[in-house]
């Protein structure tokens, strides 16, 4: 089985920064996307940022210029800096990964990492 695990949420005063990661465990044969969604308390979790295998990003409008997402392909761990934190950017942050497993198309999910954010 794949496992995501996210690490580097926190507590963070509005303005200031924080990197997110997000590791992965298991085989996958080929990943074609990775990304970060984010739900605050009732809110439905919506994309953040994604990155495909080719290299393209993607942003909500409400993050660009102040989030960046990266990816390591050799070790399948997908990052995502965020600066000039606003207080509406906390929620818990949740890594994604599609790609065939065992030669089916499978979408995966980490357990979160909170984020808050002080205004």
Do not use: H
């Not at 924080?18 to 970060?36: D, E, H, K, N, P």
């Amino acid at each position: 089985q794949v496992q995501l695990v996210e690490s580097g949420g926190g507590q963070v005063q509005a303005g200031g920064s924080l990197r997110l990661s997000c590791a992965t465990s298991g085989v996958i044969s080929s990943i074609s996307r990775m990304g970060w969604y984010r739900q605050a308390p009732g809110n439905q979790r919506e994309l953040v940022a994604d990155i495909t295998s080719g290299g393209s990003t993607n942003y909500a409008d409400s993050v660009k210029g102040r989030f960046t997402i990266s990816r390591d392909s050799a070790k399948n761990t997908v990052y995502v800096q965020m600066t000039s934190l606003k207080p509406e950017d906390a929620g818990v942050y949740y890594c994604n990964l599609e790609g065939l497993y065992f030669g089916r198309k499978r979408s995966f999910w980490g357990q979160g990492t909170p984020v808050t954010v002080s205004s």
